[in-house]
T-cell receptor, first 115, second 111 residues
């Protein structure tokens, strides 16, 4: 247990569906992240939030929409995805973006399949 | 950020020490070496980090060469549960947030 939970753990959706991934951290951290891991590829950073403010969007298509209502919760809203978006989506948190930013705590991930 | 080079895969016998190398010949003076691992289909897990001194914690030891151009992560008594992909990352300490993961080393611990 890392103190970061993600739901659902598995999700299958059609290309016209709208779904959301949820991440919650119980560590009192101020920074949260979304990563994508496609099969046989390294993790790719998608979004970074610090104190609820988005600080980085790594050229992610607009069909992925993040939301950070408070420092403990992070959502990834999904709309009209493509089959190539099928991947493991990982949430992480860290104390902040400065000295504590390198020690990130990851959730178990959501395995997404787009049909 | 400095580039890192790791072997794509390694084997280790259970109970023996696993020594995972990482080359970072372009590392600059204010960059730290971080190690994470990812067990299959789980989120990555932080292991250890260091600047120039050797470091040890309950999980592993990190040996950094005097010129800082390479380092070795040591798992002193590898178990089957240590089978994972191990990532070496070099980053400036106070510019945290953006971890860039490479391909890492896939360590297989065998009985």
């Amino acid at each position: 247990e890392t103190g970061v939970t993600q739901t659902p753990r598995h999700l299958v959706m059609g290309m016209t569906n709208k779904k959301s991934l949820k991440c919650e951290q119980h560590l009192g951290h101020n920074a949260m992240y979304w990563y994508k891991q496609s099969a046989k590829k390294p993790l790719e950073l998608m979004f970074v939030y610090n104190f609820k403010e988005q600080t980085e969007n790594n050229s992610v298509p607009s069909r992925f929409s993040p939301e950070c209502p408070n420092s403990s919760h992070l959502f990834l809203h999904l709309h009209t995805l493509q089959p190539e978006d099928s991947a493991l989506y990982l949430c992480a948190s860290s104390q902040d973006l400065l000295a504590g930013g390198m020690e990130q705590f990851f959730g178990p991930g959501t395995r997404l399949t787009v049909l | 950020d400095a580039k890192t080079t790791q072997p794509p895969s390694m084997d280790c016998a259970e109970g023996r020490a696993a020594n995972l190398p990482c080359n970072h010949s372009t590392i600059s003076g204010n960059e730290y070496v971080y190690w994470y691992r990812q067990i299959h289909s789980q989120g990555p897990q932080y292991i250890i980090h260091g600047l120039k001194n050797n470091e040890t914690n309950e999980m592993a030891s990190l040996i950094i060469t005097e010129d800082r151009k390479s380092s070795t992560l040591i798992l002193p008594h590898a178990t089957l549960r240590d089978t994972a992909v191990y990532y070496c990352i070099v980053r400036v300490y106070n510019q945290g947030g953006k971890l860039i993961f490479g391909q890492g080393t896939e360590l297989s611990v065998k009985p």
